[in-house]
């Protein structure tokens, strides 16, 4: 089972011990992220886990690392056309977070789970690996 984790600076991408724009993340100025004041190293990560099927339903989760606020837990299915949302719930983003769905239809689809919401105000997702089941 591989999973997907995608490790963010607050405040740019930290490379070599240097945050995007040039300053160290040593000297850089805390950045204020829905008036909390949140160092500039700091990195917020969601660590989405492959869903798994229990009795008719399909559950997705998540826990989160270094994150604060609110963010979206989605269960999808794949189509022919790209991913369907199946059930989404804002979560705070903090701990653990898990999420039922209906295990509906006939036959065998491929299930993820996706976690949304914004680190320094730009947008981030992060997806899990997929499960294949028989609904």
């Known amino acids: 089972?591989?999973?997907?984790?995608?490790r963010l600076a607050v405040a740019g991408?930290?490379?070599?011990?240097?945050?995007?724009?040039g300053a160290s993340a040593a000297t850089a100025a805390p950045v204020l992220e829905q008036g909390v004041a949140v160092s500039a190293a700091a990195a917020c990560a969601a660590h989405p886990v492959r869903p798994v099927k229990v009795g008719s339903t399909i559950r997705g989760a998540t826990t989160f690392s270094r994150c604060s606020g609110r963010a979206t837990l989605t269960v999808q299915r794949?189509?022919?056309?790209?991913?369907e949302n199946v059930k989404s719930a804002g979560v705070?983003?903090?701990?653990r977070r898990t999420l039922a769905a209906s295990c509906r239809g006939s036959g065998t689809f491929t299930y993820r789970?996706?976690?949304?919401?914004?680190?320094?105000g730009n947008p981030k997702a992060w997806s899990s690996a997929t499960y294949r089941v028989r609904c």
């Not at 794949?78 to 991913?83: C, E, F, H, S, T």
């Open 92 to 95: 705070p983003a903090s701990g």
């Open 113 to 120: 789970t996706l976690v949304t919401g914004r680190v320094a």
């Open 13 to 21: 991408v930290l490379a070599g011990g240097i945050l995007a724009g």
């Open 1 to 6: 089972m591989s999973r997907h984790v995608l």
């Open 78 to 83: 794949k189509r022919w056309w790209g991913w």
